[in-house]
């Protein structure tokens, strides 16, 4: 089809406008990590007077930031690792099997996904008190206490995803498996997952995405020592002097990580919700 | 809850549970153990991470749950109904708070989903044809997605300080658009600092929906209108759209959940205290919970709000259900 003039202009400006809104804080971001101290003070200037890396090197003494970053770091990789592990048996079993009862855990999981984060925070809150009162497990405040809470989010969408990718496994690689002489589990670990193992690893680096950016359970149920970069960031803005810079610098730093994974994930995600609304 | 996937669209279609996986009868007989015990790992812990914590969260609201009890819950008197009762006195000043949070964020949300839907719906069309530069522009527009919520939305509250904010530099220094600089996180202003960054954050998630929703539509389809003469408003109403119907429902529902759960952006935004005029649900639970230390009517407002939701989405997949046939 021919595009009309107007169309072509309306793309132009719309597209301009847009990409500009997206990317502003970007720039903002990258801009103001770069700048000294006195640039952030006064009036907003789009570059810095001088370029500097001060931010970069101040910004982990202002607060623990090495901290945070640690613990974001262990319990986001563990709260995916476990979720995906947990949820590949799970998804296996839905894709491959028609069982009693696979329709009502199907809506069950898919019905928790909408279920607001702070139905499960108040309870989980009172349990991990008491727990650590009556018998001595202190959850509250720690790092596995964390981890548990954060696969209410990630197991859901986790089983979800890979009932996606492991239906796009065609049936013949199994069977053919199961002629080599494999069991439904051989065949599993030696065909099935290698052959979905893109789309699991796509899994993994969301729940990490996920969790990475937590902050309603974080809030709550972390001290000091286990507290994570979600929360920790806002730490800066409660010293006398709001350092900026260095909190630009601090935002870009823990930004980076996730961003690549996303740029990785890219494909994939595209490909899953091609064929999840499709069908 | 908030910070949430694209991986969600795959997941709300009801595809996944109405498809019949070939070849699976003939195991059936032989190994029906099978499937449960691979299921077992996930029920033990949607048990111990779901079930069980929502139920306590139901039996909460109806405890005298106050900051006496917490550390020892099982002695904490019975409520009854008195913590709904409490919650729902409209005319008293914690009712009257609870139904302007509740008004707050149903604008918020309609606010939200019509912008976001809007720039996703514009930005998916101008895209659907190959161009130079198309890759590009489609990268930067997911990167507001890819972004960790908490370090965008500290950025933004940096664009919006009153006095070294790149918004106001603009709008006073630069355009003159107004005289003085107004205040961007605090009062009413606050409100639709809060809409501009949900919708930045949240409409590159409807782009990425609606453009894989967009590319699988056959190209004879334009074809066809185009030889009938249809120019590209009229192909974008009966060819684009159409296609687009199952995308949505879906797309819409979790863009509305997500919203009206919101809690990572005004936490970010405003700490432990978002002004009354953006005092979104999940924060306003959170923040009465939480500075009271009465869990009992939180627990309360919390199990209202999942009614509340399971009716809308409820109703919503009845009429969106219902009238698909009609339309099709």
Not at chain 1, 1 to 21: A, Q
Request: proline fraction near 5%.
């Amino acid at each position: 089809m021919r595009e009309p003039t107007w169309f072509r202009w309306s793309r132009r400006i719309g597209l301009t406008v847009l990409s500009v809104f997206a990317l502003l804080p970007v720039w903002v971001m990258i801009t103001t990590s770069l700048k000294p101290l006195s640039d952030v003070q006064g009036e907003f200037r789009w570059f810095p007077s001088t370029i500097t890396t001060e931010a970069f090197v101040e910004m982990w003494r202002t607060i623990p930031l090495g901290r945070y970053f640690l613990n974001s770091l262990v319990v986001s990789v563990a709260a995916s690792v476990a979720s995906v592990m947990l949820a590949l048996l799970a998804a296996y079993a839905v894709s491959r099997y028609r069982f009693l009862g696979r329709q009502a855990f199907s809506v069950t999981v898919l019905s928790t996904q909408m279920f607001p984060g702070i139905l499960f925070l108040l309870p989980l809150f009172v349990i991990f008190v008491n727990l650590g009162q009556t018998l001595g497990i202190d959850l509250y405040g720690s790092r596995p206490g964390l981890i548990i809470t954060y696969l209410t989010f990630t197991l859901p969408f986790s089983i979800w995803m890979l009932v996606g990718y492991l239906d796009s496994v065609p049936r013949e690689l199994d069977e053919a498996a199961a002629v080599d002489g494999n069991g439904p589990m051989g065949a599993f670990f030696r065909v099935v997952v290698p052959a979905a193992m893109p789309g699991i690893i796509a899994v993994l680096i969301y729940a990490f995405m996920t969790a990475w950016g937590e902050v309603l359970f974080a809030s709550v149920l972390t001290d000091e020592s286990t507290r994570t970069l979600a929360v920790g960031l806002q730490g800066y803005a409660t010293q006398n002097n709001v350092y900026w810079n260095q909190i630009m610098a601090a935002s870009l730093t823990v930004s980076v990580p996730v961003v690549i994974g996303f740029l990785f994930l890219q494909r994939y995600l595209v490909a899953g919700l091609t064929a999840g609304s499709v069908k | 809850m908030t910070a949430t996937a694209p991986a969600r669209t795959t997941a709300g279609t009801p595809a996944g549970t109405a498809q019949v996986p070939a070849g699976a009868p003939r195991r059936r007989r032989k190994r029906q153990w099978l499937p449960y015990v691979l299921l077992l790992p996930v029920l033990v812990a949607e048990l111990l991470i779901h079930i069980i914590p929502m139920l306590v969260g139901v039996g909460m609201s109806f405890l005298q749950l106050t900051q006496f009890y917490i550390r020892n819950w099982t002695g904490a008197p019975g409520a009854g109904l008195d913590n709904y009762r409490f919650v729902l006195q409209f005319d008293e000043a914690s009712g009257k708070a609870l139904l302007h949070s509740f008004w707050t964020t149903v604008v918020f949300t309609v606010v939200v989903l019509a912008c976001s839907w809007g720039l996703a719906m514009l930005a998916a069309i101008w895209t659907q044809h190959a161009f130079r530069g198309r890759g590009l522009v489609r990268t930067a527009f997911l990167v507001p997605y890819a972004l960790p919520v908490f370090a965008s939305v500290i950025t933004w509250s940096f664009m919006l300080q009153r006095d070294n904010g790149v918004v106001n530099h603009v709008l006073v220094d630069q355009l003159g658009v107004l005289d003085e600089r107004p205040f961007w996180l605090i009062g009413g202003n606050s409100f639709w600092a809060l809409i501009v960054v949900e919708v930045w954050r949240l409409w590159p998630f409807a782009f990425l929906a609606l453009t894989a929703g967009m590319s699988s539509i056959p190209a004879e389809q334009y074809e066809a209108a185009a030889i009938d003469g249809a120019g590209v408003l009229r192909s974008v109403r009966w060819v684009t759209l159409p296609n687009l119907r199952s995308v949505n429902q879906v797309l819409l529902l979790v863009l509305f959940l997500w919203t009206f759960n919101e809690f990572t952006v005004p936490y970010t935004f405003f700490g432990k205290s978002a002004p009354e005029q953006a005092d979104l649900i999940s924060m306003h639970i959170y923040q009465n919970s939480f500075v009271t230390w009465n869990f009992g009517t939180g627990s309360a407002m919390s199990v209202l709000l999942l009614l509340f939701l399971l009716a809308v989405t409820a109703v919503y997949l009845l009429l969106t259900n219902r009238r698909r046939p009609v339309d099709a």
